[in-house]
């Protein structure tokens, strides 16, 4: 489902004409990988949608209407949630992308303090890519912990571990499809060497 931005949705309006835009942001992701071509990642589109964040590869049905290209949906308009489900997309091998969000059982807010360590196993290599993709974008990254009434995890330890795999990127390079990301938002954006390792401190990161 896509949004209408003339219906009242209860939540923050979605910034559309802003620097940090999500219609711009779509576009520049669909000018690297919508079309089916040789490109790993190809036939994939970015799409804006009301419900949570979820991915879709090519003929899985929703709503009894299916679809021939592969859907990263992100919530709401925000931008920061399409940098979060990229950052999925740019983890996730050929075989997770042939899976409904990639196949991983999502546990809602609300998780055990072992469950919150799992998830933050999982969510510390993507939220390094979030970061590197934000940095391309110019705009600023924040850890997310997504468990506001479970019990607290170690957020110093899970931001000290989204650094580490941070620092690994940025010393043996990322995949493709991530460096065809950040080149696309880093030429929009300005930036000039977004994968500068001055760009990154843990002591920044809220």
């Given at each position: 489902?896509?949004?209408?931005?003339?219906?009242?949705?209860?939540?923050?309006?979605?910034?559309?004409?802003?620097?940090?835009?999500?219609?711009k942001l779509i576009e520049l992701f669909n000018a690297c990988f919508a079309e089916r071509d040789y490109r790993d990642g190809s036939n994939t589109r970015l799409i804006c949608g009301q419900g949570e964040p979820i991915y879709y590869p090519a003929g899985m049905p929703e709503e009894d209407s299916g679809h021939d290209y592969h859907r990263i949906i992100f919530a709401h308009g925000f931008f920061a949630s399409a940098l979060h489900e990229l950052a999925h997309w740019c983890v996730a091998g050929q075989e997770r992308r042939c899976l409904v969000d990639f196949g991983y059982w999502y546990i809602p807010d609300g998780r055990t303090a072992a469950q919150q360590q799992a998830f933050e196993r999982v969510e510390g290599r993507t939220q390094a890519i979030e970061w590197l993709l934000a940095s391309a974008c110019d705009y600023r990254?924040?850890?997310?912990?997504?468990?506001?009434?479970?019990e607290a995890g170690d957020s110093q330890g899970f931001k000290a571990l989204v650094y580490q795999y941070l620092q690994g990127y940025l010393q043996a390079g990322v995949n493709e499809r991530t460096q065809c990301l950040i080149n696309a938002f880093s030429t929009h954006f300005g930036v000039k060497e977004p994968m500068a390792a001055e760009r990154f401190q843990l002591d920044q990161l809220s």
């Open positions: 489902m896509t949004v209408d931005l003339d219906k009242p949705t209860g939540l923050p309006q979605a910034d559309v004409t802003g620097r940090h835009n999500y219609p990254f924040c850890v997310s912990v997504d468990n506001l009434t479970g």
